[in-house]
């Protein structure tokens, strides 16, 4: 690994904008070449270079659910995790919204978040720019949820929350994503996001970088980023040494930015806090870890049973 800081004037931050990286990573999780940078202006981690927007957009159409979930039609205990945690993000936020409230979904998935909404009253939709499980989206699940891109819509306020479920490292610009998701929403309207947190220890140093995560936050850096576009946080839902970040803000018409070149110390000090030995001796981890083998045996047991009542709930009338 070369910890040197590199001047790259061809690839800005896309952050602070910043041109001075500091590669911290040359391998992917499965050991193939992927170069990952950290910006020494603000903190944000990134592929070094960063894909084009045609390469994310041709890479989630036809490669994405094969390459890292091995299915082109969901399986029933993916089907039950979706659900699950749609119905969670759907607890989270519904005292917030107002009945009737547009719901939108960009990178929707099997679309089980955005059914969650829809049979609570919402006027709930998404986009999903993966082809392999629209057909079970639309015709079993009968979630409104269109294959296509963020970028085709339309720049107008009509969405009173947009969500962004673990899609915000996958593109290729996060601030051109943000500004136009700002463009979406109404006054006043919200804007909500999870994603890993690179600053938590929720992998293995060797098994934090693949291709799909083009762009690893903090909740530092992600807030400076929804500032940045013109949000301002509302609610954290999640600790700092949370695996996830999970966040809501709110859409204001201020945009500002607000970066410390102290937090490429601070990021790069939590990513390697643990070695091997470590990480999986934590007393958090190996409860984790025990929790999470008793659920998926649950998962195994329950997940057909679960989908059918699930997918009769659906399409009731």
Same mark, same amino acid.
């Given at each position: 690994?070369?910890?040197?800081?590199?001047?790259?004037?061809?690839?800005?931050?896309?952050?602070?904008? /910043?041109?001075?990286?500091?590669?911290?990573?040359?391998?992917?999780?499965?050991?193939?070449?992927?170069?990952? /940078?950290?910006?020494?202006?603000?903190?944000?981690? @990134?592929?070094?270079?960063?894909?084009?927007?045609?390469?994310?957009?041709?890479?989630?159409?036809?490669?994405?659910?094969?390459?890292?979930?091995?299915?082109?039609?969901?399986?029933?205990?993916?089907?039950?995790?979706?659900?699950?945690?749609?119905?969670?993000?759907?607890?989270?936020?519904?005292s917030r919204?107002?009945?009737?409230?547009?719901?939108?979904?960009? /990178?929707?998935?099997?679309?089980?978040?955005?059914?969650?909404?829809?049979?609570? /009253?919402?006027?709930a939709s998404? !986009?999903?720019?993966?082809?392999?499980?629209?057909?079970?989206?639309?015709?079993?699940?009968?979630?409104?949820?269109?294959?296509?891109?963020?970028?085709?819509?339309? @720049?107008?306020?009509?969405?009173?929350?947009?969500?962004?479920?673990?899609?915000?490292?996958?593109?290729?610009?996060?601030?051109?994503?943000?500004?136009?998701?700002?463009?979406?929403?109404?006054?006043?309207?919200?804007?909500?996001?999870?994603?890993?947190?690179?600053?938590?220890?929720? @992998?293995?140093?060797?098994?934090?970088?693949?291709?799909?995560?083009?762009?690893?936050?903090?909740?530092?850096?992600? !807030?400076?980023?929804?500032?940045?576009?013109?949000?301002?946080?509302?609610?954290?839902?999640?600790?700092?040494n949370h695996?996830?970040?999970?966040?809501?803000?709110?859409?204001?018409?201020?945009?500002?930015?607000?970066?410390?070149? #102290? #937090?490429?110390?601070?990021?790069?000090?939590?990513?390697?806090?643990?070695?091997?030995?470590?990480?999986?001796?934590?007393?958090?981890?190996?409860?984790?870890? !025990?929790?999470?083998?008793?659920?998926?045996?649950?998962?195994?047991?329950?997940?057909?049973?679960?989908?059918?009542?699930?997918?009769?709930?659906?399409?009731?009338?």
């Open positions: 690994m070369n910890s040197e800081q590199t001047q790259h004037p061809e690839n800005q931050c896309d952050l602070c904008g /910043g041109s001075t990286f500091e590669e911290i990573g040359n391998r992917d999780r499965r050991g193939d070449e992927l170069h990952t /940078g950290i910006c020494t202006g603000c903190g944000l981690v @990134a592929h070094m270079p960063v894909p084009s927007e045609e390469e994310v957009s041709a890479y989630y159409a036809e490669q994405y659910r094969r390459d890292y979930h091995g299915e082109s039609t969901p399986s029933t205990r993916r089907i039950m995790r979706a659900w699950r945690n749609g119905d969670r993000i759907l607890k989270q936020l519904f919204l107002d009945k009737g409230a547009k719901v939108f979904e960009v /990178g929707a998935g099997i679309g089980c978040t955005v059914k969650s909404f829809e049979l609570q /009253g919402f006027n998404g !986009i999903e720019p993966n082809k392999d499980f629209n057909a079970f989206t639309r015709e079993q699940l009968k979630a409104s949820v269109e294959n296509c891109n963020l970028y085709d819509l339309p @720049a107008e306020p009509t969405y009173d929350v947009v969500l962004l479920i673990h899609v915000i490292e996958h593109f290729s610009s996060p601030t051109r994503a943000l500004n136009h998701i700002h463009s979406l929403i109404n006054e006043d309207g919200y804007f909500y996001v999870e994603c890993p947190n690179i600053a938590a220890p929720f @992998a293995t140093y060797d098994r934090l970088f693949h291709y799909a995560h083009i762009y690893n936050f903090t909740p530092a850096t992600l !807030i400076a980023l929804a500032k940045k576009c013109g949000f301002e946080l509302v609610s954290q839902f999640t600790d700092e695996p996830d970040i999970h966040m809501l803000f709110r859409k204001v018409e201020e945009k500002s930015l607000e970066v410390s070149p #102290e #937090e490429a110390e601070h990021t790069k000090a939590a990513i390697h806090r643990y070695n091997m030995l470590t990480y999986h001796l934590r007393p958090a981890y190996i409860v984790r870890r !025990i929790n999470k083998v008793l659920s998926y045996l649950g998962e195994f047991l329950l997940a057909r049973v679960f989908v059918k009542g699930m997918l009769k709930h659906c399409n009731k009338g």
